[in-house]
């Protein structure tokens, strides 16, 4: 006959082993999760946002999601972040949609002249009225959200005037500074950012489209002198996913990224790296041998009216892709201004 005490301990261990295989159960199959960018690695957004998403994923998940950073395009060309996420060559990536002009003409908008402001504001308007767009114009991979970063010229001479700008060679942000810089008569030189610097010393360019630490972070201040004291541009990015390996992950590991790829890490990243970009500003403006180029109000006025044309080729090429273009910047505005990230 089982004594109480002897079926008591068989209870015991049998409820140690069900315990155990729950708990062997419930620990999720490490993965490893390449992140591709192509900035160097020590750039203020590596520091500020990828990182620390890096080192908050792996905490989320109980270590189970091991992210390793490739920096510098170690994996690939800057302009081909998108496509390396898609085919698996890394598992997130960092993708500057401009790099590519007219791929992705939705998310466009964020480049448009003299539309953001305030980078964490911008950033999180953006990211919000974007993902009803993303399963659309990204839909071979999985979007994670999108931030931005506001510049402006930084030349060899000052600029004042749009007027300026015809025969000049420009380095060009993205592909709607582009088209902006060929409606007001300027030659677009298209290089990365890591190859700008290159461009200003040879003579390939006279002026660039920069945000204003990035020219100190990559150099660029050796060869610039003369700052345009205005939001002129912005660049927007997307963080996007290898939709194969996401789908493979177990339910908590999905969570943990989705609770990574939100509208709050948007806003989050781009407030951080954009206040550490709009910190050049004053950095600049102390430094010897550098000028901040202010602008009276009739000249942004001449700025604004020069660059209206953008706005309505954008509406055009987003009416042709099926959605209503006017519809759309109109609620890209409202939500700027809701958020306080107008221009």
Not at 2 to 17: E, G, M, S
Not at 82 to 111: C, S
Not at 271 to 300: C, F, I, Y
Request: net charge positive.
């Amino acid at each position: 006959m089982k004594t109480p005490r002897l079926t008591a301990i068989r209870f015991a261990a049998l409820a140690a082993l069900t315990l155990g295989a729950l708990g062997a159960q419930a620990q999720d199959k490490p993965v490893e999760l390449k992140f591709a960018h192509w900035l160097p690695a020590t750039h203020p957004l590596a520091k500020l946002g990828f990182e620390p998403w890096a080192k908050s994923v792996e905490a989320a998940s109980k270590g189970s999601i091991k992210v390793m950073l490739f920096p510098a395009q170690q994996l690939g060309k800057a302009a081909d972040h998108y496509d390396m996420a898609r085919d698996g060559i890394a598992q997130m990536t960092w993708v500057n949609p401009g790099y590519q002009a007219g791929r992705f003409p939705l998310i466009a908008a964020g480049e448009l002249p003299f539309l953001l402001g305030k980078p964490g504001p911008a950033s999180a308007a953006l990211d919000q009225w974007y993902r009803k767009y993303a399963g659309q114009e990204m839909k071979d991979v999985k979007f994670c959200f999108a931030h931005v970063h506001v510049g402006t010229f930084h030349s060899k001479n000052p600029i004042t005037e749009p007027g300026q700008l015809k025969g000049m060679k420009i380095r060009s942000a993205n592909g709607t500074v582009a088209q902006t810089m060929s409606l007001l008569g300027a030659t677009n030189v298209q290089v990365s950012a890591p190859e700008a610097r290159d461009a200003i010393q040879k003579g390939l360019a006279d002026a660039i489209t920069f945000p204003w630490k990035s020219i100190i972070t990559f150099g660029i201040d050796k060869a610039v002198k003369y700052h345009t004291d205005m939001r002129f541009y912005a660049s927007d990015f997307v963080w996007v996913m290898n939709k194969p390996w996401y789908d493979g992950l177990a339910a908590g590991q999905k969570k943990v990224i989705d609770d990574h790829c939100n509208n709050e890490w948007a806003g989050k990243v781009g407030a951080d790296w954009g206040n550490s970009e709009d910190s050049g500003r004053e950095e600049m403006e102390k430094a010897g041998g550098h000028t901040l180029v202010k602008l009276t109000p009739a000249q942004m006025d001449a700025w604004k009216k020069a660059v209206e044309p953008i706005y309505a080729d954008w509406v055009k090429a987003t009416s042709a892709s099926g959605v209503n273009g006017q519809a759309a910047l109109d609620d890209l505005r409202k939500e700027l201004s809701t958020r306080g990230g107008a221009n």
